[in-house]
């Protein structure tokens, strides 16, 4: 009997020692790792926002390795607006092993595809500016999302437009107490589109201001259609217009150009939110009243940061991972007083 112990000990006692060793792998491997493959798939390239995240998502990984001597391979990828080529570039990233995919849905609503796909990988996913449903979210617990809090963004633009309202008289162009608005929208199923709208217009009748909306559209968050769009109302409207509420910079740049090449006056004033350069330096110029910071690079951090502890340290298989899945990034306040410091901030 006593034999039988010590055989089974010696036995065991190694196998024991491998497994506990196998088991803490995860975190002895860490300072192995030599190469970390990031894949990234936008819903569109030439988006200003999406752009300039992708921007300092590449700085920030370059910084990164510099600082720590490993390899990472970042790809950013364009879906061009098309779901299906969007779906072939993740397949794509799973063939190749790629650590990490993150994805800017082309269709925010049919995510469940690209959950499965990643998934069945294991591979950790992260989700970024186009909100999934909660539901699909949930279908793999290595999915997450990065974004912002797109109510709280129609909530800011609107609190600029009670500022104004109330600091000069003089925006009630026709003055009869109430404000004749039009609003510029984002894409048709897009969280920042439907809450940026909601929002700003209940801040301002929250404010008690009264308010009548002369005229919406969509313009998909683009310049040009917007500048189309405003062209129509002006001429529809004229100087019925006191205010110009766009859901982002680029379609209330696209309404500034319009209104310049108008002549109108007295001119509406006009909000974005983004903070983009060219949107900073309209607010700086006067001819954009104000706007909100949709903080890029703080998303583009959190973004990397997650994926680079996953690909060095959490594991899929049951091991360490994150609490949470949504990482939101407030937003901020641009008026012409502070849009220099936003100016320098982003610079820095
Ligand atoms: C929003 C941003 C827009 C546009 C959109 C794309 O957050 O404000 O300008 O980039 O995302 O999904
Ligand atoms: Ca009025």
């Given at each position: 009997?006593?034999?039988w112990i010590r055989?089974?000990?010696?036995?065991?006692?190694?196998?024991?020692?491998?497994?506990?060793?196998?088991?803490c792998?995860?975190?002895?491997?860490?300072?192995k790792?030599q190469?970390?493959r990031?894949g990234?798939?936008?819903?569109?390239?030439?988006?200003?926002?999406?752009?300039?995240?992708?921007?300092?998502?590449?700085?920030?990984?370059?910084k990164?390795e510099?600082?720590?001597?490993k390899k990472?391979v970042l790809?950013?990828?364009?879906?061009q607006?098309?779901?299906?080529?969007?779906?072939?570039q993740?397949d794509?990233f799973?063939s190749?092993?790629?650590?990490?995919?993150?994805?800017?849905?082309v269709?925010?609503?049919?995510?469940?595809t690209?959950?499965?796909?990643?998934?069945?990988?294991?591979?950790?996913?992260?989700?970024?500016?186009?909100?999934?449903?909660?539901?699909?979210?949930?279908m793999?617990?290595?999915?997450?999302?990065v974004?912002?809090?797109?109510?709280?963004?129609?909530?800011?633009?609107?609190?600029?437009?009670?500022?104004?309202w109330?600091?000069?008289k003089?925006?009630?162009l026709?003055?009869?107490?109430?404000?004749?608005?039009?609003?510029?929208?984002?894409?048709?199923?897009?969280?920042d589109?439907?809450?940026r709208?909601?929002?700003?217009?209940?801040?301002?009748?929250?404010?008690?201001?009264?308010?009548e909306?002369?005229?919406d559209?969509?313009?998909n968050?683009?310049?040009?259609q917007?500048?189309?769009?405003?062209?129509?109302?002006i001429?529809k409207f004229?100087?019925r217009i006191?205010?110009v509420?766009?859901?982002n910079?680029?379609?209330?740049?696209?309404?500034?150009?319009?209104?310049?090449?108008?002549?109108?006056?007295p001119?509406?004033?006009?909000?974005g939110i983004?903070?983009?350069?060219?949107?900073?330096?309209?607010?700086?110029?006067?001819s954009?009243?104000?706007?909100?910071?949709?903080?890029?690079?703080a998303?583009?951090?959190?973004?990397?940061d997650?994926?680079?502890?996953?690909?060095?340290g959490?594991?899929?298989?049951?091991?360490?991972k994150?609490s949470g899945?949504?990482?939101?990034?407030?937003?901020?306040v641009?008026?012409?007083e502070?849009?220099?410091d936003?100016l320098d901030?982003?610079?820095s």
């Amino acid at each position: 009997m006593k034999r039988w112990i010590r055989l089974t000990a010696v036995i065991l006692v190694p196998v024991f020692l491998f497994l506990s060793c196998c088991s803490c792998g995860t975190q002895s491997d860490a300072g192995k790792v030599q190469t970390i493959r990031i894949g990234v798939t936008v819903y569109r390239k030439d988006d200003t926002f999406v752009a300039s995240l992708c921007t300092y998502l590449e700085q920030i990984a370059k910084k990164k390795e510099n600082e720590s001597g490993k390899k990472i391979v970042l790809n950013i990828v364009d879906g061009q607006s098309s779901q299906a080529l969007q779906n072939d570039q993740v397949d794509q990233f799973i063939s190749r092993n790629y650590d990490v995919i993150c994805v800017n849905e082309v269709d925010r609503t049919a995510a469940a595809t690209i959950v499965n796909k990643v998934k069945a990988a294991k591979i950790p996913l992260i989700f970024f500016n186009r909100e999934p449903v909660e539901e699909d979210l949930r279908m793999w617990d290595h999915a997450y999302y990065v974004g912002a809090d797109a109510a709280q963004s129609g909530r800011l633009q609107g609190e600029i437009v009670v500022e104004a309202w109330k600091k000069n008289k003089s925006l009630d162009l026709n003055g009869d107490g109430k404000l004749q608005y039009v609003m510029l929208e984002g894409e048709q199923e897009h969280q920042d589109a439907l809450l940026r709208t909601e929002y700003s217009i209940k801040a301002i009748t929250g404010a008690g201001i009264h308010v009548e909306k002369l005229a919406d559209d969509i313009a998909n968050w683009q310049r040009a259609q917007a500048n189309s769009k405003m062209t129509q109302w002006i001429e529809k409207f004229g100087s019925r217009i006191e205010v110009v509420l766009a859901n982002n910079d680029d379609m209330a740049l696209g309404a500034i150009d319009a209104l310049k090449a108008s002549h109108l006056d007295p001119k509406p004033i006009v909000l974005g939110i983004d903070a983009t350069q060219a949107g900073l330096k309209a607010v700086d110029d006067g001819s954009m009243y104000g706007t909100v910071f949709n903080d890029a690079r703080a998303q583009a951090q959190a973004i990397f940061d997650l994926s680079y502890s996953y690909a060095t340290g959490f594991t899929t298989s049951g091991g360490a991972k994150p609490s949470g899945r949504y990482v939101r990034i407030p937003y901020r306040v641009v008026t012409r007083e502070n849009c220099q410091d936003i100016l320098d901030e982003m610079r820095s």
